[in-house]
């Protein structure tokens, strides 16, 4: 079974640097084709992807915010980490980790998402 | 960058159908991607490469794709089908994930 669980601080300041950790567990992220991505959704508005690492180590990122953004996994690949600099608090929304089992697949699996406000 | 396109509202009946698109250019050349979203809730996967039903999902769910334009179809509609409903594909030119607006179908 396919879970994932995001966790991090609930609340940023403007100008901090947000990190957010999705812990999974199901699947390997070194099976060929397995990808997890972030995605968020400020408050009332539609999805955005942000960011997603792949089973050998690719890494792409929304054109809009990649220079804000990284995303790495550890060395056991049971965890995926994002970082986002330079909050604001346009960026306030449910942060989604989500796992894609093949480069061209849907998303299958969510996390249950982790709201993050950013208000000084 | 490549952009999917969705009406804001989609509004029907119990029992009629309902059809949401996706709109974009030569959309009909990639894998079309349906979520459904009902709130507070993580989004679920409903259609996957454009027409393939997710197990557990009623067979009053279907996908097209074709040319400029994906379609979500919802026959039968009942009341717990209300939700936002998002399209999603993988633009391999840029090797970016592109999700569209999201349509709000509402049944009256």
């Known amino acids: 079974q396919i879970t994932l669980k995001e966790s991090g601080p609930t609340l940023v300041k403007p100008t901090q640097t947000l990190t957010l950790t999705c812990t999974f567990s199901?699947?390997?992220?070194?099976?060929?084709?397995?990808?997890v991505a972030w995605i968020r959704q400020p408050p009332g508005k539609a999805l955005e992807w942000l960011a997603i690492?792949?089973?050998?180590?690719?890494?792409y990122y929304s054109p809009s915010l990649h220079s804000r953004l990284t995303i790495t996994k550890d060395a056991s690949a049971s965890h995926v980490v994002l970082t986002m600099t330079n909050m604001d608090p346009v960026d306030t929304g449910t942060y989604y980790c989500?796992?894609?089992?093949?480069?061209?697949?849907?998303?299958?699996?969510w996390g249950q998402g982790t709201l993050v406000t950013v208000s000084s | 960058s490549y952009v999917l396109t969705q009406p804001p509202s989609v509004s029907v009946a119990p029992g009629e159908t309902a059809s949401i698109t996706c709109g974009g250019n030569?959309?009909?050349?990639?894998?079309v991607h349906w979520y459904q979203q009902k709130p507070g809730q993580a989004p679920l996967l409903v259609i996957y490469?454009?027409?393939e039903r997710t197990s557990g999902i009623p067979e009053r769910f279907s996908g097209s794709n074709f040319g400029n334009t994906g379609t979500l179809t919802i026959s039968r509609v009942e009341a717990g089908d209300e939700a936002d409903y998002y399209c999603?594909?993988?633009?391999?030119?840029?090797?970016?994930?592109?999700f569209g607006g999201g349509t709000k179908l509402t049944v009256l």
């Open positions: 490469y454009d027409s």
């Open positions: 030569n959309i009909g050349g990639k894998s």
């Open positions: 690492i792949h089973w050998d180590e690719t890494r």
């Open positions: 989500a796992h894609r089992g093949g480069v061209n697949a849907a998303i299958g699996f």
């Open positions: 199901g699947f390997s992220l070194s099976t060929t084709g397995v990808g």
């Open positions: 999603q594909v993988w633009d391999f030119s840029t090797d970016h994930m592109v």
